[in-house]
Nanobody, 119 residues
């Protein structure tokens, strides 16, 4: 199983970006999917998660600005990022809880995509 993330880049404060992450491989189903981020010199932190049923959770710092969604038939999770701030600058990682065809549960990470917000 591989997770391929895309959509990062350089944007000015107040701007928007949309991240995408698609899982591929021997996948029977996917449970929770999420986005995490790691800023320079800091630990990786949760940004947002979404269950297979569509329930969402967000870090307080991103509520009202970032929106997570998923397209389950496409095994894809999105992160719409609006009103970006310089403190949103980080490498963003997607995560997925995958169940394969022999019902093994495994957790996978994408390779990370860099988001840089200039002031």
């Amino acid at each position: 199983v591989q997770l391929q993330a895309s959509g990062g880049g350089l944007v000015q404060a107040g701007g928007s970006l949309r991240l995408s992450c698609t899982a591929s491989g021997r996948i029977a189903s996917i449970g929770n999917m999420g986005w995490y981020r790691q800023a320079p010199g800091k630990q990786r932190e949760l940004v947002a998660t979404i269950t297979s049923g569509g329930s969402k959770t967000y870090a307080d710092s991103v509520k009202g600005r970032l929106t997570i969604s998923r397209d389950s038939p496409k095994n894809t999770v999105y992160l719409q990022m609006n009103s970006l701030k310089p403190e949103d600058t980080a490498v963003y990682y997607c995560n997925a809880a995958v169940i394969d065809f022999i019902l093994t549960h495994s957790n996978y990470w994408g390779q990370g995509t860099l988001v840089t917000v200039s002031s």
